[in-house]
């Protein structure tokens, strides 16, 4: 069911030619920078894989992928990305990637399954980018400055559109608080996760919530994440499992948190295993992404995904990602939205 968030009095602040400016004034610099700051090296991606093989990302493992025949292969099935989590850990190896660096790429997906409203499009694009570890990498310390690393690179670029207009005035905080969810738990126990991320946002303007995917104490999980990219079962140097998570924001104009990247270090077989037990999964290890990990053919890494709309949304302080990126809407949306100062493309 779509929803819709109309802020009061809502009128955008750049007309459709500069938004098309800025668009992609963003997208260049922040892309330049995000490689700079990972030393990472553009490739080229699929847009759909084989079905069956266990490279398209599962997500929460509810979603149901677009899928058509392929003729010339006898009518096998392929199925559209809906992130390439995995795919990019194969390619790491394939290519020979050197520890310490790594890939990044424009990946569009499409998500036939989401709640249509102002963050969520059938049409995903994501920077998605996978970086190989060094020995003694896998630890809290060092997600956490990648994590700094990636939020510097926002930082920059947010004060370059200042400079580009203006009239949008930064508001990003300097530095990034993390925590825990379990942690984020205990300090807002009579609110659901959503509304944990929006308190705990709003206070510090610039978040990263780690342990997306692991049990907490109430017996619930602070999110879903599919057991086979991401470690969230992994004991961390706090006691607390989980070294993965999701950077958000704080967004005045909507008056709520905005996910911008989700992201943590890889599982390694050890983890595999346990996640896949956990999760009652554990027919996967027969798939061939899986029988490559297992086999230790995959090296370590680190990678996440950075939506390309919503970092253009939040900067150039539109309402709705329709004002950013084309897609299709509800007929009901699209008249709501434009009485409400939104113009979806």
């Known amino acids: 069911m779509s929803y819709l968030i109309k802020?009061?009095?809502?009128?955008?602040?750049?007309?459709?030619?500069?938004?098309?400016?800025?668009?992609?004034?963003?997208?260049d610099f922040f892309q330049q920078n995000l490689s700079?700051?990972?030393?990472?090296?553009?490739?080229?991606?699929?847009?759909?894989?084989?079905?069956?093989?266990?490279?398209?990302?599962?997500?929460?493992?509810?979603?149901?992928?677009?899928?058509?025949?392929?003729?010339?292969?006898?009518?096998?099935n392929a199925e559209i990305v809906h992130s390439l989590a995995k795919w990019k850990r194969l390619t790491l190896?394939?290519?020979?990637?050197?520890?310490?660096?790594?890939?990044?790429?424009?990946?569009?997906?499409?998500?036939?399954?989401?709640?249509?409203?102002?963050?969520?499009?059938?049409?995903?694009?994501?920077?998605?980018?996978?970086?190989?570890?060094?020995?003694?990498e896998r630890n809290i310390s060092y997600l956490k400055e990648v994590v700094c690393r990636i939020y510097a690179a926002m930082v920059r670029t947010e004060y370059m559109v200042y400079e580009m207009f203006p009239e949008i005035k930064p508001t990003l905080p300097r530095d990034i608080y993390?925590?825990?969810?379990?942690?984020?738990?205990?300090?807002?126990?009579?609110?659901?996760?959503?509304?944990?991320?929006?308190?705990?946002?709003?206070?510090?303007?610039?978040?990263?919530?780690?342990?997306?995917?692991?049990?907490?104490s109430n017996g619930e999980k602070h999110d879903g994440r599919a057991p086979d990219y991401d470690d969230w079962s992994t004991p961390a140097e706090n006691g607390l499992p989980g070294l993965n998570g999701d950077l958000l924001v704080w967004d005045d104009l909507l008056n709520r948190s905005l996910e911008l990247s989700s992201m943590g270090i890889r599982v390694n077989p050890e983890a595999l295993v346990r996640q896949l037990?956990?999760?009652?999964?554990?027919?996967?290890?027969?798939?061939?992404?899986?029988?490559?990990?297992?086999?230790?053919?995959?090296?370590?890494?680190?990678?996440?995904?950075?939506?390309?709309?919503?970092?253009?949304?939040?900067y150039l302080r539109k309402a709705h990602i329709g004002e950013i990126q084309a897609s299709i809407w509800p007929e009901d949306m699209k008249r709501e939205a434009r009485e409400a100062g939104m113009y979806l493309i």
């Open 178 to 216: 993390f925590i825990h969810s379990e942690e984020l738990l205990q300090r807002y126990p009579g609110l659901t996760p959503k509304e944990r991320e929006d308190a705990i946002a709003k206070e510090y303007g610039a978040v990263f919530i780690m342990g997306i995917g692991c049990r907490l």
């Open 93 to 136: 190896a394939d290519y020979e990637i050197e520890d310490g660096y790594g890939i990044y790429t424009d990946m569009n997906a499409i998500r036939s399954d989401e709640e249509l409203g102002n963050l969520h499009s059938l049409y995903v694009d994501q920077w998605d980018w996978e970086r190989s570890m060094l020995p003694g």
């Open 277 to 314: 037990e956990e999760t009652g999964s554990e027919d996967r290890k027969e798939l061939y992404f899986h029988k490559r990990l297992l086999s230790g053919e995959l090296p370590q890494s680190i990678g996440g995904g950075i939506g390309q709309s919503r970092l253009c949304m939040f």
């Open 7 to 27: 802020p009061a009095g809502y009128k955008a602040i750049l007309n459709l030619q500069q938004t098309e400016l800025g668009i992609k004034k963003i997208k």
């Open 36 to 76: 700079s700051e990972l030393r990472l090296r553009r490739i080229t991606a699929p847009l759909f894989v084989l079905k069956g093989m266990g490279i398209n990302d599962d997500l929460n493992g509810t979603e149901r992928a677009v899928t058509f025949p392929v003729k010339d292969l006898g009518d096998a």
